[in-house]
């Protein structure tokens, strides 16, 4: 689908948390990250109820098929240059462009159909910080001349962080799951041919602790055209969301499981650890000291084949010897790291 839906789209009103969980940049994508998107069967699923302190219990999914969204620089798409404001980009069916910054993530425009498509007035995706009580609104515009036809696009957009809980899923229990409604009205005008489409989208997507991109999201579609209303519904689940603060550098698949060298080492006092992982499975890199009590976690999940990255930083730790031991089914590394200050 030619649409971004990694994040949410609105602009930031006004804010109150009262959540665990409140999202911020970190879960703005990199280049390298990949977003796997399994749509399963509707059957039975609805979104439950709002409010705080919910539980939403969804422990078998059917699966039925899946799309894979890739992130990339805008250069590496051999189009970036169409979309000057655009530092990162994505594609499944398309290209889709998009101007990220710590505050906030703007959708500039999208490459399809050999055609570039710009936004006359930005959609914004996300600003930060947003959590639970958070209500953001949003208008956009785009102008296209597609297929010697001249369409308006005007949207709007209401989303609110309206429920909190514990979400079970057939891939874990997460708890302190944030969940947002979103509900965008686009309204395309056929200047061509003097018709009007309408589209409502309403769209519950839960986000969960060390996680980019949302696990799970049922999304409700209206399409009004010609004096005729057709509705559909998706129910999509993420299985692999990348942890946050870890940063795919290859997709290519290891023939081993490798821990890397941290470099620069000695550092001070920040570092990169370099890992690879050849099949998916959960991944465990941990730190220690030099007497060999466990200084913190660096990395506890599942994860993909392919090769990582992970920053360390070590502001509020003292000079020393460190280690770090990653762990993954048999595989198990440990390698030195000093701290000067």
């Given at each position: 689908?030619?649409?971004?839906?990694?994040?949410?789209?609105?602009?930031?009103?006004?804010?109150?948390?009262?959540?665990?969980?409140?999202?911020?940049?970190?879960?703005?994508p990199s280049p390298g990250d990949?977003?796997?998107?399994?749509?399963?069967?509707?059957?039975?699923?609805?979104?439950?109820?709002?409010?705080?302190?919910?539980?939403?219990?969804?422990?078998?999914?059917?699966?039925?098929?899946?799309?894979?969204?890739?992130?990339?620089?805008?250069?590496?798409?051999?189009?970036?240059?169409?979309?000057?404001?655009?530092?990162?980009?994505?594609?499944?069916?398309?290209?889709?462009?998009?101007?990220?910054?710590?505050?906030?993530?703007?959708?500039?425009?999208?490459?399809?159909?050999?055609?570039?498509?710009?936004?006359?007035?930005?959609?914004?995706?996300?600003?930060?910080?947003?959590?639970?009580?958070?209500?953001?609104?949003?208008?956009?515009?785009?102008?296209?001349?597609?297929?010697?036809?001249?369409?308006?696009?005007?949207?709007?957009?209401?989303?609110?962080?309206?429920?909190?809980?514990?979400?079970?899923?057939?891939?874990?229990?997460?708890?302190?799951?944030?969940?947002?409604?979103?509900?965008?009205?686009?309204?395309?005008?056929?200047?061509?041919?003097?018709?009007?489409?309408?589209?409502?989208?309403?769209?519950?997507?839960?986000?969960?602790?060390?996680?980019?991109?949302?696990?799970?999201?049922?999304?409700?579609?209206?399409?009004?055209?010609?004096?005729?209303?057709?509705?559909?519904?998706?129910?999509?689940?993420?299985?692999?969301?990348?942890?946050?603060?870890?940063?795919?550098?290859?997709?290519?698949?290891?023939?081993?499981?490798?821990?890397?060298?941290?470099?620069?080492?000695?550092?001070?006092?920040?570092?990169?650890?370099?890992?690879?992982?050849?099949?998916?499975?959960?991944?465990?890199?941990?730190?220690?000291?030099?007497?060999?009590?466990?200084?913190?976690?660096?990395?506890?999940?599942?994860?993909?084949?392919?090769?990582?990255?992970?920053?360390?930083?070590?502001?509020?730790?003292?000079?020393?010897?460190?280690?770090?031991?990653?762990?993954?089914?048999?595989?198990s590394e440990t390698k030195k790291?000093?701290?000067?200050?």
């Open positions: 689908m030619c649409k971004f839906t990694l994040l949410v789209f609105g602009l930031l009103v006004t804010v109150q948390s009262y959540s665990q969980l409140t999202l911020t940049s970190a879960i703005n990949m977003q796997i998107d399994v749509r399963a069967d509707t059957t039975g699923i609805t979104q439950g109820n709002s409010g705080a302190n919910q539980t939403w219990n969804y422990p078998t999914l059917v699966r039925l098929d899946s799309n894979v969204n890739q992130w990339m620089t805008p250069a590496s798409t051999g189009h970036g240059d169409l979309f000057p404001t655009s530092n990162i980009a994505s594609l499944d069916t398309c290209y889709n462009f998009f101007d990220e910054t710590p505050s906030r993530v703007d959708m500039v425009g999208y490459y399809s159909s050999n055609t570039a498509i710009n936004y006359n007035n930005p959609e914004a995706v996300m600003t930060f910080p947003f959590g639970y009580n958070s209500v953001m609104t949003d208008s956009f515009t785009v102008l296209v001349n597609l297929n010697n036809q001249t369409i308006l696009r005007r949207g709007y957009e209401v989303f609110t962080g309206d429920a909190w809980g514990i979400i079970n899923l057939p891939f874990g229990t997460f708890l302190n799951a944030l969940r947002l409604k979103e509900v965008i009205t686009i309204k395309d005008t056929s200047y061509t041919y003097q018709s009007v489409l309408n589209t409502t989208y309403t769209i519950y997507e839960w986000y969960v602790p060390g996680k980019k991109f949302s696990v799970f999201k049922i999304m409700y579609t209206t399409i009004s055209v010609l004096g005729y209303t057709f509705n559909y519904k998706n129910v999509i689940y993420n299985p692999n969301s990348v942890p946050i603060g870890i940063r795919p550098i290859s997709t290519q698949v290891p023939d081993k499981y490798d821990l890397k060298q941290n470099y620069p080492n000695p550092f001070n006092p920040k570092t990169i650890i370099g890992f690879q992982v050849p099949r998916s499975g959960f991944v465990n890199l941990k730190l220690f000291d030099v007497q060999g009590r466990e200084a913190t976690t660096l990395v506890n999940d599942d994860l993909v084949p392919g090769k990582y990255e992970i920053e360390f930083d070590a502001s509020n730790y003292a000079s020393g010897i460190y280690f770090y031991k990653l762990q993954a089914e048999t595989y790291m000093v701290l000067i200050k």
